[in-house]
C-alpha cells in the first residue's frame, strides 16, 4: 500500500493519512470537492517536483519527463482558479493547530513549500517508474479528474491499512496525516435533454 501511496505522491502527499477509516470520524476529513480543490491546486508544485526527483531514475523519453513543460502550464492555469477555494478549506482544516488564525492566502504558500521536501524524501527507481506511469496514463485528464482520481484512489487505500503504533517522531515526520478524504461514492449527474 505504500508504494501504491508513493506511487501516487505527486498528488496526495497532503491528504494521505495513516489510520484506518474508523479512526477517520477523529479526524477532519476533506469532502470529494475539497480534496479536488486542494489537489489541483498542489498540481503544479507536485509535477515539477516529480520531474526533479525522478529525472536521475527514468529515461529521457519517460512520459513524466517528456509532457513535463505541457503538463506544469495546464495546471498551473487551473491551479489559479482554484487558489482561493483551495486556501479557504486549508485554513479551515488547520486552524485549531495554528497558534494564531491565519488566512488561507497566507497557508497555501506554505504548504507548496513543504510538499516538495515530502516528496523527496524517500524517492527512489521503482516510485519513480510508477509514478511515470501513473501520471503518463492520467495526463490526458483535466486536472479536476486527476485530483477525483487520486481522491478515490486515497480512500480505498486507506480501507486496506492497519493501524500501526507509531512514536511522536514517526508522527512528526508527516505533518498531514490528521487529513483525510472523506469516504464518498462517486456519482453523475443526470443529463438534460
Request: one cysteine or more; proline letters at 7%; aromatic letters at 4%.
Amino acid at each position: 500500500m505504500k508504494k501504491l501511496l508513493a506511487s501516487a505522491a505527486a498528488l496526495v502527499a497532503l491528504c494521505s493519512h495513516q489510520g484506518t477509516l474508523a479512526a477517520q470520524a477523529a479526524k477532519p476529513c476533506m469532502s470529494k470537492s475539497e480534496f479536488q480543490s486542494v489537489a489541483v491546486v498542489l498540481l503544479p508544485v507536485l509535477h515539477s517536483q516529480a520531474v526533479t526527483s525522478c529525472k536521475a531514475f527514468l529515461p529521457a523519453n519517460a512520459g513524466l519527463l517528456v509532457q513535463s513543460d505541457e503538463l506544469t502550464a495546464r495546471y498551473a492555469e487551473s491551479a489559479a482558479r482554484e487558489r482561493i477555494a483551495a486556501g479557504d478549506i486549508l485554513a479551515r482544516m488547520l486552524a485549531n493547530d495554528l497558534p494564531v488564525p491565519m488566512a488561507g492566502t497566507a497557508i497555501l504558500p506554505f504548504v507548496e513549500g513543504m510538499v516538495p521536501a515530502m516528496l523527496a524524501d524517500g524517492i527512489d527507481a521503482k516510485t519513480c517508474e510508477a509514478a511515470n506511469n501513473i501520471w503518463t496514463a492520467l495526463s490526458p485528464l483535466p486536472p479536476e479528474n486527476i485530483a477525483a482520481t487520486l481522491g478515490a484512489i486515497l480512500v480505498a487505500a486507506s480501507k486496506d491499512k492497519p493501524e500501526t503504533a507509531e512514536t511522536e517522531a514517526d508522527q512528526a515526520k508527516r505533518p498531514f496525516d490528521d487529513f483525510a478524504v472523506c469516504p464518498y461514492v462517486a456519482t453523475l449527474e443526470a443529463k438534460r435533454s
